[in-house]
């Protein structure tokens, strides 16, 4: 008879390897075969096998390791079996792993297959969510919510675009210097959609997500040591270490609480000193970009909130460049809060309206912004009540849903 908390240790050693190792296991397998769809079916295969054999046999020694060897083995016996037409079955034995079998060194393979997935071949609106998912771990319906559709429609784009990869001979490897520009545009957008991944989760109880923060920022990292003079690269770094180094000020004591209303003393201030360095670098550079402008607004709300100037012009001023730049629905949102700011809730709630709704139906910041500008208007209950609604019912985190309730019922005006 197994110990339960042996079984428990051995299916939580399991969850944690899918949660961490998943995207570099995958990475280093989809370039030695070439082939992400395969990829992808025999690492499935390896974690479900994990979830049998590690509750009742013991977790080996290097998990990784043992994952690895067993999803190469699928796709050697698949692709054997493929070649003589053996029975599907017998094609699926697996030898039991060696424990003295060396684990490659594939911390930055994932930054190679990124590159992978952005190549020109494949559709530009599959590079990102492609990346998301084959590198990242991240499933079709969460990419689908980030990008505003159905489940169904990204899970279609998202085959085909492996489907382009195996058909083409896409070349697994990091470009030559000279195509590195159009790719490095979607490899930072895969960066910082993750890390938007991880700080939304920080109140939910979505596992695949959490940790994705220190992932992002890793891969920025070492992206930089790729592009050490690549101005949004250092940008995209930057923006990241100025909201993290908030986030110990962003949850207490399960209360959420707004940048204006944190507790400077639990920022980390060593981390947005770096992340200063790191836009006056990329400055230096004169090749300003959507990252370096993102990074420059956070510049000015931390220096508000540490000196008490105001900012609220020049931060202003920052957005509508931002928007012109890269009118995102996010950057369009960060206007009209920022437009609110320097002009007055009917303006910003103007700014709101200019919006199409079926961009903005389900995306919660649009509807959390409107309803405190209508609060703040005090004119009509019925629609202030309508959009905490929506923002209530669209928020993941616990603590910010409990903090737009208490919201939505404090009196308007």
């Excluded at 570099?24 to 990829?39: C, E, G, H, N, S």
């Excluded at 079709?140 to 998202?158: C, H, K, N, T, Y």
């Excluded at 891969?219 to 690549?230: H, I, M, W």
């Amino acid at each position: 008879m197994v110990d339960g908390g042996f079984q428990d240790h051995g299916r939580r050693a399991a969850e944690n390897a899918a949660r961490i190792s998943y995207g570099r296991l995958l990475a280093y397998l989809a370039r030695q075969w070439r082939d992400v769809a395969a990829a992808e079916d025999a690492l499935s295969d390896a974690f479900r096998r994990a979830l049998e054999i590690w509750p009742t046999e013991g977790v080996p020694s290097n998990p990784d390791a043992w994952l690895l060897v067993v999803a190469r083995n699928l796709l050697r016996n698949s692709a054997r079996a493929r070649k003589t037409r053996e029975d599907i079955a017998q094609s699926l034995l697996v030898l039991t792993p060696t424990e003295t079998e060396d684990m490659p060194k594939i911390a930055d393979k994932r930054l190679e297959l990124m590159f992978v997935c952005g190549h020109p071949a494949i559709d530009a609106a599959a590079r990102t969510p492609l990346m998301l998912q084959t590198v990242l771990g991240l499933t079709a319906e969460r990419i689908a919510s980030s990008f505003l559709v159905s489940p169904d429609a990204m899970g279609r784009r998202l085959s085909r675009a492996k489907a382009r990869i195996k058909d083409t001979g896409i070349a697994f490897e990091v470009p030559e210097e000279s195509e590195l520009g159009e790719r490095m545009e979607f490899v930072l957008e895969t960066i910082y959609a993750a890390y938007g991944q991880g700080w939304d989760s920080a109140g939910s109880d979505d596992q695949t997500r959490k940790g994705l923060t220190d992932e992002a920022i890793w891969l920025a990292r070492v992206l930089l040591e790729l592009r050490p003079d690549d101005a949004e690269a250092l940008g995209l770094l930057s923006l990241m270490l100025f909201c993290e180094s908030r986030r110990a000020a962003r949850h207490v004591d399960g209360r959420y609480q707004p940048l204006a209303e944190q507790d400077t003393a639990l920022w980390d201030l060593p981390m947005a000193r770096e992340a200063e360095d790191k836009l006056q670098m990329a400055g230096a550079l004169k090749q300003p970009g959507r990252f370096q402008l993102e990074a420059a607004i956070q510049s000015l709300l931390v220096h508000s909130r540490l000196t008490g100037a105001d900012m609220r012009l020049p931060n202003w001023t920052l957005y509508r460049l931002l928007a012109e730049k890269a009118p995102t629905i996010g950057n369009l949102v960060g206007l009209a809060a920022a437009t609110a700011e320097v002009h007055g809730a009917q303006a910003g709630l103007n700014e709101l309206a200019q919006m199409p709704e079926q961009v903005t139906r389900d995306y919660q910041p649009f509807w959390a912004l409107k309803a405190q500008l209508l609060q703040q208007l005090g004119r009509d209950q019925s629609a202030t009540d309508e959009a905490f609604k929506r923002a209530i019912g669209l928020t993941e985190d616990q603590v910010v849903r409990a903090y737009l309730i208490d919201k939505s019922m404090q009196k308007t005006g």
